[in-house]
Nanobody, 127 residues
């Protein structure tokens, strides 16, 4: 099993920034990708960003709504993935979840393609 723990959420004013972290532990040797999703009250879960990596390179994918404002990155040594969020607006308010597929390289924007999920961290953007 892979355990994922998010941190870094909080309350921020519109236009501000936050960085979310997702720490992975357990059977991470089969983890080659991770993604961030979010769910706002009364709305369906939506894709935010994903990253895959290998020894030589990494690739990323972003939802159109966050492209140019959010950046996903990975620290191999720490087995952590980060989501740098800039120019936040109230529409970004949601619980943010990190997720990992088991043994697959994927930049999928579909939650069903991910096998392991964290508990979520709340991000609230005030206007």
């Amino acid at each position: 099993q892979v355990q994922l723990v998010e941190s870094g959420g909080g309350l921020v004013q519109a236009g501000g920034s936050l960085t979310l972290s997702c720490a992975a532990s357990g059977r991470t040797f089969r983890t080659y990708a991770m993604g961030w999703f979010r769910q706002a009250p009364g709305k369906e879960r939506e894709f935010v960003a994903a990253i895959t990596w290998s020894t030589w390179s990494s690739s990323t994918n972003y939802a159109d709504s966050v492209k140019g404002r959010f950046t996903i990155s990975r620290d191999n040594a720490k087995k952590a993935v980060y989501l740098q969020m800039n120019s936040l607006n109230p529409e970004d308010t949601a619980v943010y979840y990190c997720a990992a597929p088991d043994g697959r390289y994927t930049l999928s924007n579909k939650g069903n393609d991910y096998d392991h999920w964290g508990q979520g961290t709340q991000v609230t953007v005030s206007s």
